[in-house]
Nanobody
Framework: VQLQASGGGLVQTGGSLRLSCACA??????????MGWFRQAPGKEREFVAG????????SYGDSVAGRFTISRDNAKKTVYLQMNSLKPEDTAVYYC???????????????????WGQGTLVTVSS
């Protein structure tokens, strides 16, 4: 499983960005993975941002982004998205997508639960 994150960039406070994470995996396997977005700011630990179950029915968000960010997925395109609105300078970080083999509805918020990671995409929010 290979993950390729994209869509990062420089945006002003209050602006929006949409991140994408394309998954290279054989057949219909992508639909057996829960997907997550994490972020890591300089000098800080990697933190959970959002997660979505294999079916898309269940979603979960970190406290700092709830109500501003929306995670979604398109299993036909093997892609997961993170729509980020009302961005703040404290959202500045490298954003990583991750995949966990998980056909349930319980979403994990710890990095150790995820099996595969993308390379990260930088989001910078200017004040």
């Amino acid at each position: 499983v290979q993950l390729q994150a994209s869509g990062g960039g420089l945006v002003q406070t209050g602006g929006s960005l949409r991140l994408s994470c394309a998954c290279a995996v054989s057949g219909r396997t992508f639909s057996r993975y829960a997907m997550g977005w994490f972020r890591q700011a300089p000098g800080k630990e990697r933190e959970f941002v959002a997660g979505i179950s294999w079916s898309g029915v269940s979603t979960s968000y970190g406290d700092s982004v709830a109500g501003r960010f929306t995670i979604s997925r398109d299993n036909a395109k093997k892609t997961v998205y993170l729509q980020m609105n009302s961005l703040k300078p404290e959202d500045t970080a490298v954003y990583y997508c991750a995949a966990e083999f998980n056909v349930g509805t319980v979403l994990r918020k710890v990095t150790g639960a995820y099996d595969y990671w993308g390379q990260g995409t930088l989001v910078t929010v200017s004040s």
